[in-house]
């Protein structure tokens, strides 16, 4: 009677479980931490891809003007809509895997879903519909990377809050650590296909370049002190580290250090790439592939396996791309040659979409001939990357 009892109870604690995320079902792979490196899980990792402007939306100055470029509608909350995105459905992913994308990033930002100091409280509904989101994708046997994204921004007067650590640290550190701790609880008991990630291309510009340094270091070993402690799978999961800027040369430094662990082999670098930047970001370049630019993306990419991938240290590109505006071909054969040099290093690259390129309404690529680009670049055939007309 006792063991009968006992399996009720157990069977209605997971049926709550599972209910934490309306209209997902239990990841399959939930629970399920393996004996394996940081080294050797990136080697599963293929395509990846960036589920951007969404879960990472807040009321930002995101132009520098001094104002909110868009704000909810009166008595609502700050949702995944607001920067012009649908709502992110489990289909989504579902095709996106067919299209050979097996790691996903969903970039969060919390800084419009915290309650009041000390606790900073997440709101419950933000935190249930990021489980949701990271669900869909781990029920599609996904990689997925979560963080603080622009809560690290640079419009403080408007709730980014990171950078404030250069100049009061010591409420920093509250807010960081009761937000890391929420976080790591609430998915201290999914498989290592879950990895978090410190921050989200943060620096201090306002500080001497050695005295920003220590202190990137210093947080990102405190974010990995946080999880350790958390306990659960938490004490073994894989953790993507920030880089300075997540700039590949600022994070290719002697002074950027990565954190001590008590977990053997389980950190991650995390850097971006968009150079040039007038090319990946700002269109005023519309063109790319001359000798000159290709040399120099070949020597980035070996600058970061010189560095850290041939001295044993994975590296993940958490955003790449380019603006949507300028020649097909150019970020045709850019995002092809990225994709493939930085397969051929051992680093897993992720592109970063804001809903430009990946029609999520129709379901299908905006560019015609990119996704076949980025799958033949992964393949593991050797062949030499040639720029289309």
């Known amino acids: 009677m006792n063991k009968l009892l006992s399996a009720v109870i157990s069977a209605v ?7 934490c995320a309306e209209n997902s079902e239990a990841p399959e792979s939930s629970g399920e931490m393996r004996e394996i490196t940081s080294s050797e899980l990136v080697s599963e990792m293929k395509l990846g891809w960036n589920l951007g402007d969404t879960l990472d939306v807040c009321a930002a100055d995101r132009d520098g003007d001094g104002r909110v470029n868009e704000t909810p509608a009166e008595g609502e909350k700050v949702d995944e809509t607001l920067w012009g995105n649908v709502k992110t459905t ?15 990033r969903i970039p969060v930002t919390w800084r419009d879903h915290l309650g009041e100091a000390p606790e900073y409280k997440i709101d419950e509904d933000w935190l249930k519909r990021v489980h949701e989101v990271v669900d869909y994708a781990i029920n ?3 990689y997925v990377i979560i963080n603080v994204h622009h809560d690290g921004g640079g419009d403080p007067e408007f709730g980014a809050w990171i950078r404030n650590a250069s100049s ?9 650590t009761a937000l890391w701790k929420q976080i790591a609880e609430s998915f201290r008991d999914y498989s290592d296909k879950l990895i978090f990630e410190s921050m989200n291309e943060v620096g201090f510009d306002d500080l001497r370049r050695r005295e920003g340094y220590e202190l990137l270091n210093k947080i990102n070993q405190l974010f990995v002190d946080i999880i350790r402690e958390s306990g659960g799978n938490n ?3 894989h953790l993507l580290i920030a880089g300075y800027w997540t700039d590949t040369e600022m994070t290719c430094n002697q ?8 977990a053997a082999d389980k950190l991650m670098v995390s850097v971006h790439y968009y150079t040039p930047w007038e090319f990946c970001t700002t269109n005023i370049q519309q063109s790319w592939g001359s000798s000159g630019e290709v040399s120099r993306m070949k020597s980035d990419i070996n600058k970061l396996r010189n560095t850290f991938t041939d001295n044993g240290v994975p590296v993940i590109i958490g955003e790449y791309g380019t603006g949507t505006g300028n020649d097909a071909s150019s970020r045709i054969y850019f995002a092809e040659l990225f994709t493939k040099l930085c397969t051929d290093a051992g680093i897993p690259c992720f592109y970063w979409d804001n809903g430009g390129e990946f029609d999520r309404v129709n379901m299908e690529w905006r560019t015609e001939g990119l996704n076949e680009a980025m799958q033949r670049a992964v393949s593991g055939e050797e062949y030499e990357v040639v720029k289309g007309s």
């Open 168 to 176: 009061d640290y010591e409420e920093f550190e509250v807010k960081y």
């Open 235 to 237: 004490a073994q999961r």
């Open 140 to 142: 599609e046997d996904m």
């Open 255 to 262: 002074m950027y250090k990565l954190p001590e662990d008590m």
């Open 90 to 104: 489990p289909e989504l992913f579902a095709e996106l895997k067919q299209d050979g994308i097996n790691a996903v």
């Open 13 to 19: 604690l997971l049926i709550a479980c599972v209910g």
